[in-house]
């Protein structure tokens, strides 16, 4: 389970991990409501066309030809953005649920340099402030997404799956 790794690698136990992902996105919850209401406008998006979730497992990289050329939303998480973007991909939308990353290894400023026009980043509410400072100090467009479901998200998959479906109604 990525989550009980994530908890190993940063030295926390899991029930410690899941209570923190918990508390921040009640945290997060309360502080960004407000905000959240007034951007509403930022999903306007009805998906009457197909959405493409391009995973980070081994099998995208098999894929590259036939993700360039669907004709859709393509879906890219920050651990994947880097390779995706290098094979010539611009995604729709940039999903990301860091906690405790460096920022700068995923938005580095070569991509994010492609990525600025076309894609929007997607934050969840426990994505931690220095990815947030770090998406605005390159002006790439971001909000937070809240979803009731957050904190049972195994991984960011997940979050970009329910993503796809509830706002993007794919």
Same mark, same amino acid.
């Given at each position: 389970?990525?989550?009980?790794?994530?908890?190993?690698?940063?030295?926390?136990?899991?029930?410690?991990?899941?209570?923190?992902?918990?508390?921040?996105?009640?945290?997060?919850?309360?502080?960004?409501?407000?905000?959240?209401?007034?951007?509403?406008?930022?999903?306007?998006?009805?998906?009457?066309?197909?959405?493409?979730?391009?995973?980070?497992?081994?099998?995208?990289?098999?894929?590259?030809?036939?993700?360039?050329?669907?004709?859709?939303?393509?879906?890219?998480?920050?651990?994947?953005?880097?390779?995706? @973007?290098?094979?010539?991909?611009?995604?729709? +939308?940039?999903?990301?649920?860091?906690?405790? @990353?460096?920022?700068?290894?995923?938005?580095?400023?070569?991509?994010?340099?492609?990525?600025?026009?076309?894609?929007?980043?997607?934050?969840?509410?426990?994505?931690?402030?220095?990815?947030?400072?770090?998406?605005?100090?390159?002006?790439?467009? +971001?909000?937070?997404?809240?979803?009731?479901?957050?904190?049972?998200?195994?991984?960011?998959?997940?979050?970009?799956?329910? +993503?796809?479906?509830?706002?993007?109604?794919?």
């Amino acid at each position: 389970d990525s989550q009980k790794r994530h908890a190993d690698k940063i030295g926390i136990t899991y029930e410690d991990y899941q209570q923190h992902v918990i508390n921040r996105f009640e945290e997060m919850r309360k502080k960004l409501r407000p905000k959240i209401l007034r951007d509403k406008k930022c999903h306007k998006v009805t998906a009457k066309k197909p959405v493409l979730i391009i995973g980070a497992g081994p099998s995208y990289k098999e894929n590259f030809e036939k993700i360039k050329n669907f004709n859709g939303i393509k879906i890219c998480f920050e651990v994947n953005l880097e390779n995706v @973007v290098e094979h010539g991909i611009i995604p729709d +939308y940039i999903m990301t649920m860091e906690l405790y @990353v460096r920022p700068d290894d995923f938005f580095k400023e070569k991509i994010i340099e492609q990525c600025r026009v076309k894609s929007k980043v997607i934050c969840s509410a426990i994505t931690h402030q220095s990815v947030i400072n770090r998406l605005e100090a390159v002006k790439i467009i +971001y909000t937070r997404w809240i979803s009731p479901e957050e904190p049972r998200f195994a991984n960011v998959g997940t979050f970009g799956m329910v +993503y796809a479906k509830q706002v993007l109604n794919a």
